[in-house]
C-alpha cells in the first residue's frame, strides 16, 4: 500500500513528458510551489523514447 502525503501546492504538473517538465521549471522559477507527479520516471514520455539514451 503507498503512503499518503499531506502536501501543500500553488501549482501540480501532471505527467513525466517534456512539457511537463518544463512547466515544473518554469513554475518553480517563478516563486511557486510546485508538485510534479507521473505515474513513471520523469523525462520518460514518448516524445523523449526514440532520442535514446
Excluded at 1 to 15: K, Q, S, Y
Amino acid at each position: 500500500m503507498a503512503d499518503i502525503l499531506d502536501i501543500e501546492t500553488d501549482v501540480v504538473v501532471v505527467g513525466g513528458g517534456m512539457a511537463a517538465l518544463w512547466a515544473a521549471v518554469a513554475s518553480a522559477r517563478s516563486g511557486a510551489a510546485t508538485v510534479l507527479v507521473d505515474k513513471g520516471f520523469a523525462g520518460t514520455s514518448g516524445v523523449t523514447a526514440a532520442g535514446g539514451p
